[in-house]
């Protein structure tokens, strides 16, 4: 309930500009009279925030369907400019930067992928189609004996259809699908 909460927030916050246009040429348009002010607010702003709650629920469903694939836990901070997560644990022998640097350079989506040591990559990742990229780095965790994949906002970013946000737990969904690490369940 919380998830589909911020989803509405968001999204009424991004159609509330054309909830207010609508509003003043519904009243333009039927004269600057009291009566067409009064039947503006009352039929626009309620439809605009139904539309809104559907898009809203069209959002969750969607970032509901990318989580459970990538195996990635679900809250209400899915929009939030910042996604820190522990990926499945890989032994350090097992070469995973290697690995994982190789899976990030052969996708379409990244760019920009560099090592800084053994122990950390940081790269660009497209979550859309279009140019804009998000920040992302994959570090070992020796305490947790887990990847740590830290991506934060880029430039211009268009969003979860609907709300505007959310590209960057997208990203994280498709990085872990494209380098075939999973969520760690909290404990």
Do not use: N
């Amino acid at each position: 309930m919380k998830l589909l909460t911020a989803c509405w927030r968001a999204a009424a916050a991004r159609y509330a500009p054309m909830t207010l246009v609508l509003t003043g040429i519904d009243v333009v348009g039927d004269g600057l009279t009291w009566d067409s002010v009064r039947e503006a607010v009352a039929v626009v702003p309620p439809v605009l925030a139904v539309v809104s709650l559907g898009a809203a629920a069209f959002a969750v469903r969607s970032l509901r369907r990318r989580a459970r694939a990538a195996g990635i836990a679900l809250s209400a901070g899915v929009l939030d400019d910042r996604q820190t997560h522990v990926l499945r644990p890989v032994l350090l022998s097992d070469g995973w930067q290697e690995r994982v640097r190789e899976e990030l350079m052969a996708s379409q989506r990244s760019f920009l992928v560099a090592e800084k040591g053994r122990e950390e990559i940081d790269f660009r990742w497209r979550p859309w189609r279009g140019e804009e990229s998000v920040r992302g780095s994959m570090s070992f965790d020796a305490p947790s004996g887990g990847v740590v994949l830290d991506v934060r906002d880029g430039e211009g970013l268009r969003g979860v259809v609907g709300l505007g946000q959310g590209s960057v737990f997208a990203a994280v969904c498709q990085i872990a699908g494209a380098t075939g690490l999973e969520g760690v369940p909290a404990v």
